[in-house]
Structure formats: structure tokens, C-alpha cells
């Protein structure tokens, strides 16, 4: 079974929220760390650019959300499950349980439009193929390889997408009785969507496990063929003004054996629980990712939310490169990249700490 990389989550009470200027952009720590500004001033914006969200329900009415998200492309390989939200049928791809929705948080990281309310995403132009493989929080490694193999398809009947982001996984041990066959099955589609010319982005996973000397274990699309793995930084008391952006969460799976690069996906490890004061909720969870979801907006922690930075960064080059290969547009996020942790490939940041403005300069 495969599952979303679970985050901490917590929900924005916006009666709470006063900003000046009708935004929560002043709560986003994340696109600031990633130097997005910078990017967006150049005129980048991810526009024309197709990034496949490949992960749960996607509520698509989201007014934040819904201009970017191409509705006719949406699919869903999920053929069971319990009725979502106000008894939607498990098999749509705009359903799910609950009030969070974990691929409208992803979305909302890589997508949400620039205009005078909520939140704005990474990528602001670029467009959103909603692809669901999970219902309720997990589903089936088959559905996933369908959602690959959909998403990574340029003809006319695939999504299209130039760039895949799987916020989900599973960790087993190598030895296990199906491990084989499911490796060779998810290395077989990852490969599949980049040989098309599909990037493929994936978080590495929120077990605080060290990869390279867990030498039992996979964890797997994220080390599945050619795709791109994630881990994910924090900061520890953004609420007080602290501005560590890149240091190493602690939840993070880590390894030079797992990780590309390094990613804003929020932390909770903040001591204490007193409210923030004009916001309405403990300062920890200022530490998280605020984006969209069915709620809202929420605060959401964990490698999920650092590999939709990087398929958003991504956007940004592939617009400015509109013929660009896949190995080079990995080549491009790598070489600007900024270099954390120790010289040159580390275990927490991999290759760097991923640079929208630098990547289109």
C-alpha cells in the first residue's frame, strides 16, 4: 500500500487573520526562501507549463486554485473506497475524505494564482493536471504506476504533463517477498515518463531515516529510476522572526543515497503551544507550509510540501526553456542550487537547496 507522505497539519482561521492588504502572503515563509520573488520579477511565472499533481482528491473549485487546474485532463485510477466529503463517489478525482485534502495543499504550493486574496503559489501560471491515485489518505501502487504511465503520456489521450509531483510513498525492506517486482514496476514507469519527457519530482519521506545506513530498507518512487527526491527544511520560530529557512527538518529522511536536492516543507519541533498573537493559532505551526486546501487554507509540515517546491522551480525553467530535455532541466535546478550542510553533495540537501531565482537568470 502506498500512502501520502502524512504531514502536521494545521488549519488558518481567517476571522483571525487581518493583513493589510487582503493576503496571507505575509505568513508564507516558503516562497521567500526559495528566492520566488526574484523569479517572478524576471517575468517567470510557470506559465504554459503542465505539472502533474499525481496524489488524492483535488477540490478544483478552489477559488485560489480553479483557473489553473485543467479539469479536462483530471483523471482518477482509484476504482474503490468509502464516500468522500458530502458523499462524493471515491472514484472522482475532485473527492476525497476529510476537510484537508493533501493534493490541494500540493497544488496550491506549485500553483496558486497571483491575485488579491489568500495565498500565491511557487509557480502562479502554471497549470495543474489534477491525476488521483490515493483516496483517503492511501491506495493501491498499481494505481500509482497508472497515474504515471496517464501523466507521462504526450499523446492526446495522456495528461501531458512536463513535470510529474509524487508527494507520496512507501518505505519496506529490500528483501521483502513483492519488493523486487514493485521496484522494477515503479523504476519501469518513472523512466517511462522521463524517456517522454516528463520530469519526475517525489518526496523522500518523513520517517527521520537515514538511507544510506539503512541499508534494509527502500523507500520507493522516491529512489524509483530517474526521478528527483526531496527532503525538506524548516525553520524554528518564524512567528519571533527567525529566518532559518534551510535548516534540516526533523522529520526528513535523508541520505546521499536518496536525496537530490532540498526544499521549504515546514517543521512543528517549535516547543510550546501559545497563540501568535493576530493570528490565532500556536506560533509552531507558523513553521509549517500554509497553502489550500478543502478547509481553506492550511498550515501542512513534511516532505509533501518540499517536492511541490521543487516541480514548481521546475515550471519556472521549463518556461523559460520551452524545449528543454529533461536531463537538463535536472542539470539546471542542480547547478543553482545553493550549497548547504557540507561542500558539495550533502545527506540532508543532497545537490543544494533548490534557487528559483537563480534557476532562470
Known amino acids: 500500500m502506498v500512502q501520502w507522505t502524512d504531514p502536521m497539519t494545521m ?41 502533474a499533481v499525481i496524489d488524492g482528491g483535488m477540490y478544483n473549485a478552489h477559488p485560489d486554485l480553479a483557473a489553473n487546474i485543467d479539469t479536462a485532463s ?8 468509502v464516500a468522500g466529503l458530502g458523499g462524493c463517489p471515491a472514484t ?6 476529510g476537510t484537508f485534502w493533501h493534493a490541494t495543499h500540493v497544488a496550491g504550493i506549485i500553483a496558486t494564482i497571483d491575485n488579491a486574496t489568500g495565498v500565491i503559489g511557487i509557480a502562479p501560471g502554471a497549470t495543474i493536471v489534477p491525476v488521483k491515485a490515493l483516496h483517503n489518505g492511501s491506495g493501491s501502487f498499481g494505481a500509482v504506476v497508472q497515474a504515471i504511465l496517464y501523466a507521462g503520456d504526450h499523446s492526446a489521450a495522456g495528461g501531458r504533463a512536463d513535470i510529474i509531483n509524487m508527494s507520496l510513498g512507501a518505505v519496506f525492506p529490500k528483501n521483502d517477498s513483492d519488493a ?30 537515514d538511507m544510506d545506513h539503512d541499508g534494509v530498507l527502500i ?48 517543521d512543528f519541533a517549535y516547543p510550546g503551544n501559545e497563540i501568535c498573537p493576530s493570528v490565532g493559532v500556536p506560533c509552531w505551526a507558523l513553521d509549517m507550509v500554509l497553502s489550500t486546501s478543502r478547509a481553506g487554507y492550511t498550515w501542512a509540515a513534511g516532505t509533501s510540501m518540499a517536492s511541490p517546491a521543487v516541480a514548481a522551480v521546475a515550471a519556472l525553467v521549463k518556461q523559460k526553456n520551452p524545449g528543454i530535455s529533461v536531463s537538463k532541466l535536472q542539470q539546471a535546478l542542480i547547478k543553482s542550487a545553493d550549497d548547504e550542510g557540507q561542500p558539495g553533495t550533502d545527506a540532508f540537501y543532497g545537490k ?5 531565482r537563480k534557476a532562470v537568470e
Open 219 to 266: 523507500s520507493t518512487p522516491a529512489e524509483s529510476g530517474k526521478a528527483m527526491s526531496i527532503s525538506a527544511t524548516g525553520p524554528l520560530g518564524f512567528g519571533y522572526g527567525a529566518t532559518n529557512y534551510r535548516r534540516p527538518a526533523s522529520y526528513t529522511n535523508y541520505g546521499n543515497s536518496l536525496v537530490t536536492l532540498a526544499a521549504p516543507g515546514g
Open 92 to 97: 472522482a478525482y475532485n473527492c476525497d475524505t
Open 74 to 81: 483530471a483523471r482518477s485510477f482509484v476504482t474503490s473506497g
Open 352 to 356: 543544494g537547496f533548490v534557487n528559483a
Open 11 to 51: 488549519d488558518l482561521d481567517q476571522s483571525a487573520v487581518n493583513p493589510t492588504n487582503d493576503t496571507y502572503y505575509f505568513l508564507q515563509w516558503a516562497p521567500k526562501a526559495v528566492e520566488a520573488p526574484g523569479a517572478w520579477a524576471l517575468g517567470y511565472t510557470g506559465a504554459g507549463v503542465r505539472v
Open 180 to 209: 523486487s517486482e514493485l521496484r522494477h514496476a515503479l523504476t519501469k514507469s518513472v523512466d517511462y515518463a522521463v524517456d517522454n519527457g516528463t520530469l519526475v519530482v517525489v518526496a523522500a519521506g518523513n520517517d527521520g531515516l
